[in-house]
């Protein structure tokens, strides 16, 4: 049981570039959530998925964010036309079902600098 | 101010003395939680506590919540130096996601 995984570990992009980062969640885990956090703050929520469903973006900027979760495969977190605002951890969490009387449990992050 | 913040922002000690955390929020739980995070590692779960207890005990860690003040606190005991990290609390509002605070960065000094 290998635990969530994210890749990249360190993605550096120059502005204006993409960055993709993945998350794979934990087996029998079918809820992902993806959480920003800048040097020395807390969690911020970004957006929450179920297999091959959005069910909470309300934490997701408008613009150049999207994330996915297709039913193959791990979860897509996609920044485009990058800014050196969007440079933070980016971490995800699953859980077994979308009831929060389960912890998450946290993949070790991508760590995002836009230079 | 944020739903669920943490109290002190940074606590220095020494090993072997106890750490107390607190943390506070504006809106009726579920449950709350305490997480811990070593430095640029990702969130590891400690405890869970509904909104219908008082005191939950789990090893060293000791976490008590009053519903009526809105308020939890984390305490560890008898600290080691592998206790130093960030420790986060996060409530369950009912809101689809966990909301997290802050943080307390605890230092244990050898």
């Known amino acids: 049981n290998a635990g969530v995984m994210q890749n990249p570990r360190h993605l550096v992009r120059r502005r204006g570039q993409e960055a993709r980062l993945r998350c794979s969640p934990m087996k029998g885990h079918s809820h992902v959530y993806w959480y920003r956090q800048l040097p020395e703050e807390g969690l911020k929520f970004m957006v929450y998925?179920?297999?091959?469903?959005?069910?909470?973006e309300s934490g997701m900027p408008k613009e150049r964010f999207s994330a996915e979760f297709p039913k193959e495969g791990p979860s897509i977190l996609r920044i485009q036309q990058v800014v050196r605002g969007d440079s933070a951890a980016y971490f995800c969490a699953s859980s077994p079902s979308g009831q929060l009387n389960y912890g998450y449990t946290f993949g070790s992050g991508t760590r995002l600098t836009v230079v | 101010s944020q739903q669920g913040e943490e109290d002190p922002q940074a606590l220095s000690i020494q090993e072997g003395e106890n750490a107390t955390m607190n943390c506070s929020y504006k809106?009726?739980?579920?449950?709350l939680q305490w997480y811990r995070q070593n430095s640029g590692r990702g969130l590891v779960h400690l405890i869970l506590i509904r909104s219908n207890e008082r005191e939950k005990h789990s090893g060293r860690l000791r976490v008590t919540l009053d519903t009526s003040k809105k308020s939890s606190s984390l305490l560890i005991t008898a600290s080691r130096a592998a206790d130093t990290a960030s420790y986060f609390c996060a409530t369950d509002t009912g809101r689809r996601a966990l909301t997290f605070g802050s943080g307390t960065r605890l230092q244990v000094q050898p």
């Open positions: 998925l179920q297999k091959e469903n959005i069910i909470d």
């Open positions: 809106t009726s739980i579920n449950n």
